[in-house]
């Protein structure tokens, strides 16, 4: 049970609860203007939506029940979702520019895959070949 606000030593509590951001960025494509809407599953997706959205419905309601009448409470998100109907990936700009290269690995079957950590910055040029140096 959580304490009451009157019970409860602290003057500020905040929480980032990341379970509908989650379902939206991978269960996105039930909706039939999006790109990559899949009538096969798209039952199966906006369900597993809906549920976390039932979820986070009864976290807040669990607390306001411990709130008091004076506790200011905010729900807040960082970014909402639309269907994708049109990308932009900045990473592949950089890479055309040659501004960002793909750090790749050889997996097990010898095929070069990228690794975890996929980009680089392109290397900064050295003090030498930078340019003329301001002298003083």
Do not use: C
Request: avoid cysteine; glycine fraction near 6%.
């Amino acid at each position: 049970m959580l304490p009451t606000y009157e019970e409860s030593f602290l003057d500020f509590f905040a929480m980032q609860w990341h379970a509908i951001d989650f379902a939206k960025h991978q269960f996105w494509h039930f909706d039939p203007v999006g790109s990559y809407y899949d009538p096969n599953t798209a039952d199966m997706k906006w369900k597993i939506i809906e549920t976390s959205y039932i979820a986070a419905d009864r976290l807040v309601a669990t607390l306001l029940k411990h709130a008091t009448p004076e506790t200011l409470v905010a729900v807040v998100s960082d970014h909402g979702h639309l269907p994708g109907v049109q990308e932009f990936l900045i990473n592949n700009i950089l890479i055309k520019q040659g501004m960002v290269t793909l750090k790749t690995r050889v997996n097990e079957r010898g095929r070069r895959r990228p690794s975890g950590n996929r980009t680089s910055p392109r290397p900064r040029p050295s003090p030498s070949t930078a340019g003329p140096s301001k002298s003083t």
